[in-house]
Structures are given as C-alpha cells and as structure tokens.
Nanobody, 126 residues
Framework: QVQLVESGGGLVQAGGSLRLSCAASGRTFSSYVMGWFRQAPGKEREFVAGISWSGGSTLYADSVKGRFTISRDNAKNTVYLQMNSLKPEDTAVYYC???????????????????WGQGTQVTVSS
C-alpha cells in the first residue's frame, strides 16, 4: 500500500515556474514507477510525465516536452515535477500516481496505476 501526497501547486503568471512534489509513504517507493497526470475543468485526466523506478527512464506528453522535468529522490520517497514556461493551458489539478507493475512503454496509461494522490491545483494566469 502506498499513500501519495502532492504539494507545490498555486497561482503563477504565464511564463513562470512551479515545482510540484509528491511524497510517498511506504518502504518500497524505489520499486514503483511514478507518474504525473492532470485534469483541467471539463476535460478528462491526461498523462503529463512518468519516471521509472530508478529514474533512468522518463516519458513526457508532447504538450509539456521541453518545459517540464520529472525527477525522483528515492532516499526521500519523493517525486518532483519541475514546470517551466507555464502556459494558461497548463491550468489543472495535478495528480501523482504510483504502481510497481507499470512498464516503461505503458506509463502513460492512467489505468496502469493503482495508487493516486488527492491532487494539487495549478493555475496559470495570462
């Protein structure tokens, strides 16, 4: 069982930056693939970024590639999402997700993840 708690969301102007954190409970954090997803008002939840258990492999949605960076610190049981050059269309509730059985090639699939955080709001003003 893994419990996930996101933090770091807030209000930022377009072009600004935010860093989201997701703290995980449990001693097996380093075994889990971690993902970030987001859901904008009136839209379905979508994949943002994913990272393998070692941090050696990452995957990004085309919409954030080159602007967002996912990373993890297994010693701190934390995964991060550094968001730069933010745009109003990045406004959403951001969720982190975890699962030990997700493969690198399927980490973009929401249904692959069993554990989810409660979400943190990111609002980008124009």
């Amino acid at each position: 069982q893994v419990q996930l708690v996101e933090s770091g969301g807030g209000l930022v102007q377009a072009g600004g930056s935010l860093r989201l954190s997701c703290a995980a409970s449990g001693r097996t954090f380093s075994s889990y693939v971690m993902g970030w997803f987001r859901q904008a008002p009136g839209k379905e939840r979508e994949f943002v970024a994913g990272i393998s258990w070692s941090g050696g492999s990452t995957l990004y949605a085309d919409s954030v590639k080159g602007r967002f960076t996912i990373s993890r610190d297994n010693a701190k049981n934390t995964v991060y999402l550094q968001m730069n050059s933010l745009k109003p269309e990045d406004t959403a509730v951001y969720y982190c997700a975890a699962d030990y059985s997700v493969s690198i090639v399927t980490m973009f699939r929401e249904r692959e993840y069993d554990y989810w955080g409660q979400g943190t709001q990111v609002t980008v003003s124009s």
